[in-house]
């Protein structure tokens, strides 16, 4: 199938031909301009807790969005864009598969229209200023062993966790030890996600907490006159994408944050702006809904303006066997922690079925028997080999239980404290008994205290391979506490990050990255050994 011209797809939402900015034939940048006041209904696509390979979510939200448009809808689909870490990675791309992509793939998969360069460039700069700043004098008197602010890069690479900078000779710089992580982790990113305008990025932008000044007075942006060049290089960067799907339904693609280090939804300039011009708005949410569904829910639908309508949680045969030690049966209290979670908050559940290849009726019987008998709706689907025709079932039963839009979610109060919170989410979504900090996550909190940055809604940093810290508990593991290794400021985003576990903000390959069978085809396609 043809992708329409995208003049037709932003007809189909209602936008201005002068608005679009193109990058090509397939893809254009939206200008900025009043965005009136959200009036469609947002759905949620979310997952219970994923096996490794993940359990196909972006292919159901996007073959979910071409059903309802199937249905008559106008209907919108908000995407992260993909980052080159997980493609160049373990995981692949992020742009769906076989009959449900967006459109155009290896360009969504690769560098697109350069936002997340934009984001790395922006984040990058205010470091080499910092050390410039450290090696002409430092008349800020920072306090260098306060300083917050790793480097990124956009690809997984363990070897810069940890590296020192500034050895040579005196004209190389101050040497200090420091680090990288990848760009989706960057608070630039979440700035930029957060905002709901390119003056909304810079106020965001100038309260970012860098470290300490001499006095414990918070070192900003603002200090480091840097705010200006940051709102340079990410002009573009502040305009979400329009493409489609491969059957041509609209698709909104804005920054990249990760579920599992970061907030993990598109931006409310995307979400805005989608729900103005479209009556139903298919939002992914990162991982199981323990991450991305609780900070979208928490953290993203506060700055939108509005929360979701209903939520489908996508499950597969692989995973519930997965989290049940081989055992279906099993594995459906993974199903049931997810679903209460949801509904906890107001939301209506429905379950995505998505059906493998190797999956047999038998199994998916006894998984639409499990739920029903739990009273929860479930549509088997077929998203990657039938696109949107094969989830018109998931689509009924999803137009069929969409309510008004929830209230504000229970799980994190804005007002109280980082502790408070922290307990609330461990005991609420993730099924442990408390939380435990260690040693330095208590130093960090004193930090954040002497800041008068400890009070507020946290982002959790954690595995999502688990609903706990440790990657390797499978279904539901209760009796313990959640792990807090450090505490983050993100004064920008509008929260502190809290590491749990072991968890990297720089991630490693695996034993044999993809990266090593990748390729191009005659036509300039990229190709991949392994599939």
């Given at each position: 199938m043809?992708p329409r011209?995208l ?9 201005a ?5 193109p990058?090509?034939h397939d893809k254009?940048k939206i200008?900025a301009a009043?965005t009136?006041?959200?009036?469609g209904?947002?759905i949620?696509?979310?997952?219970i807790?994923?096996?490794?390979a993940?359990?196909?979510k972006?292919?159901?939200g996007?073959a979910?969005t071409d059903?309802?448009?199937?249905r008559?809808?106008r209907?919108?689909l908000?995407l992260r864009?993909?980052s080159?870490g ?5 995981k ?7 009959a449900?992509r967006?459109v155009p793939?290896?360009?969504l998969d690769?560098?697109?229209?350069g936002?997340?360069h934009?984001?790395g460039?922006?984040?990058n700069?205010?470091?080499a200023l910092?050390?410039?700043h450290l ?6 008197g920072?306090?260098?062993?306060t ?6 890069v956009d690809v ?19 040497p200090?030890?420091t ?11 979440a ?6 305008d ?10 970012m ?6 006095g414990g007075?918070a ?12 709102q ?5 960067a502040?305009l ?5 799907t491969?059957?041509g339904a609209p698709?909104?693609v804005h ?8 907030h ?6 995307a979400?805005?702006l989608?729900?103005?011009h479209?009556d139903?708005?298919?939002t992914?949410?990162g ?7 609780e900070?979208?829910l928490d953290?993203v639908?506060p700055?939108?303006?509005?929360a979701p309508s209903?939520c489908?949680?996508?499950v597969?045969?692989r995973a ?6 081989g ?9 049931l922690?997810?679903a209460t979670?949801a509904?906890?908050?107001?939301l209506p559940v429905v379950v995505?079925l998505n059906?493998f290849?190797d999956?047999?009726?038998?199994e998916?019987?006894e998984?639409?028997?499990?739920a029903r008998?739990a009273?929860?709706?479930?549509a088997?689907c077929?998203?990657?080999?039938e ?5 018109l079932?998931?689509?009924?039963q ?5 309510g ?9 109060d ?5 502790v408070d919170n922290l307990?609330?989410l461990a ?6 008994d408390g939380?435990?900090l260690?040693?330095?996550?208590r130093h960090?909190?004193?930090?954040l205290?002497?800041?008068g940055?400890?009070h507020g ?5 954690k595995?999502?391979?688990s609903?706990?810290d440790d ?8 009796g313990?506490?959640?792990t807090?290794?450090a505490l ?6 509008g ?6 576990g ?12 993809r ?10 396609r990229?190709t991949?050994?392994?599939?």
């Amino acid at each position: 199938m043809s992708p329409r011209p995208l003049a037709d797809v932003a007809d189909a939402l209602g936008l201005a031909h002068d608005r679009l900015v193109p990058h090509g034939h397939d893809k254009a940048k939206i200008t900025a301009a009043a965005t009136p006041p959200p009036t469609g209904r947002q759905i949620l696509v979310s997952a219970i807790t994923p096996t490794p390979a993940g359990e196909g979510k972006t292919t159901v939200g996007i073959a979910l969005t071409d059903a309802l448009r199937q249905r008559g809808h106008r209907v919108c689909l908000t995407l992260r864009q993909p980052s080159l870490g997980p493609f160049l990675g373990a995981k692949g791309g992020g742009s769906g598969g076989g009959a449900a992509r967006v459109v155009p793939t290896d360009d969504l998969d690769l560098h697109f229209t350069g936002d997340l360069h934009a984001v790395g460039s922006a984040h990058n700069l205010l470091a080499a200023l910092l050390d410039h700043h450290l090696h002409r004098g430092n008349a800020l008197g920072i306090e260098a062993r306060t300083l917050r602010w790793p480097r990124v890069v956009d690809v997984d690479d363990r070897a810069l966790r940890h590296v020192i900078v500034g050895l040579g000779g005196r004209q190389d710089g101050v040497p200090r030890e420091t680090g990288f992580q990848i760009t989706a982790a960057s608070e630039v990113m979440a700035v930029l996600a957060m905002a709901r305008d390119a003056c909304d990025v810079a106020q965001r932008l100038g309260r970012m907490v860098l470290g300490r000044r001499a006095g414990g007075v918070a070192l900003t942006p603002v200090d480091l006159e840097a705010v200006g060049a940051l709102q340079v290089l990410l002009r573009d960067a502040v305009l979400p994408t329009l493409v489609q799907t491969a059957e041509g339904a609209p698709v909104l693609v804005h920054t990249g944050p990760f579920a599992n280090v970061a907030h993990g939804t598109s931006s409310v300039i995307a979400s805005r702006l989608a729900l103005a011009h479209a009556d139903l708005v298919v939002t992914e949410a990162g991982f199981g809904f323990d991450l991305g569904g609780e900070k979208l829910l928490d953290l993203v639908a506060p700055a939108v303006g509005q929360a979701p309508s209903a939520c489908v949680l996508v499950v597969t045969v692989r995973a519930l066997r997965h989290h049940g030690d081989g055992d279906l049966a099993a594995g459906l209290p993974q199903l049931l922690h997810h679903a209460t979670t949801a509904r906890a908050a107001g939301l209506p559940v429905v379950v995505a079925l998505n059906r493998f290849a190797d999956d047999t009726d038998a199994e998916l019987a006894e998984v639409t028997a499990l739920a029903r008998a739990a009273d929860l709706p479930l549509a088997v689907c077929a998203p990657f080999t039938e696109g949107g025709a094969g989830t018109l079932a998931l689509a009924d039963q999803v137009l069929a239980h969409l309510g008004a839009p929830v209230a504000p979610s229970p799980f994190q109060d804005p007002t109280a404290s980082v502790v408070d919170n922290l307990e609330r989410l461990a005991r609420t979504v993730h099924a442990a008994d408390g939380v435990v900090l260690t040693p330095q996550a208590r130093h960090d909190l004193a930090e954040l205290e002497a800041l008068g940055l400890a009070h507020g809604p946290v982002c959790l940093a954690k595995t999502a391979a688990s609903l706990s810290d440790d990657p390797h508990l499978r279904g539901v593991p209760t009796g313990r506490p959640l792990t807090i290794r450090a505490l983050e400021p993100r004064a920008g985003a509008g929260w502190v990050v809290a590491v749990a576990g072991s968890l990297e903000l720089m991630p490693g390959m695996p034993a044999v990255p993809r990266a090593t069978r990748l390729g191009l085809d005659a036509d300039g396609r990229v190709t991949d050994r392994g599939t």
